[in-house]
């Protein structure tokens, strides 16, 4: 499986910006749990949002719920994530990934895309 993300970028303080990632080498992707996480300098990566097609549900870190949104659309293997009002601290790289659910609570990333650069100035 592999996963190509897109549509990072350099935007001001209250700007948007959308980023895709397509998935490849999956026959199942409508049944994929898929997630974004970011890593921004010195920090550990951060899983933002996690949707699960088995359990039917989305959920957001708090850090980025009501500004990011997350959607998938099976036709194309891709899922996306649109963030509205970015803040300076959303700069990071920013990381699609296919998940697991581990332990029964702990979302873990699978197969990874390669990260894409998110830059918000002040």
């Known amino acids: 499986v592999q996963l190509q993300a897109s549509g990072g970028g350099l935007v001001q303080a209250g700007g948007s910006l959308r980023l895709s990632c397509t998935v490849s080498g999956s026959s199942t992707f409508g049944t994929l749990s898929l997630g974004w996480f970011r890593q921004a300098p010195g920090k550990e990566r951060e899983l933002l949002v996690a949707?699960?097609?088995?359990?039917?549900?989305?959920t957001y870190a708090d850090s980025v719920k009501g500004r990011f949104t997350i959607s998938r659309d099976n036709a194309k293997n891709t899922v996306s994530l649109q963030m509205n009002s970015l803040k300076p601290e959303d700069t990071a790289i920013y990381y699609c990934a296919t998940l697991r659910l581990r332990g029964g609570s702990t979302w873990e990333g699978v197969y990874w895309g390669q990260g894409t650069q998110v830059t918000v100035s002040s």
């Open positions: 949707t699960s097609w088995a359990a039917g549900i989305t």
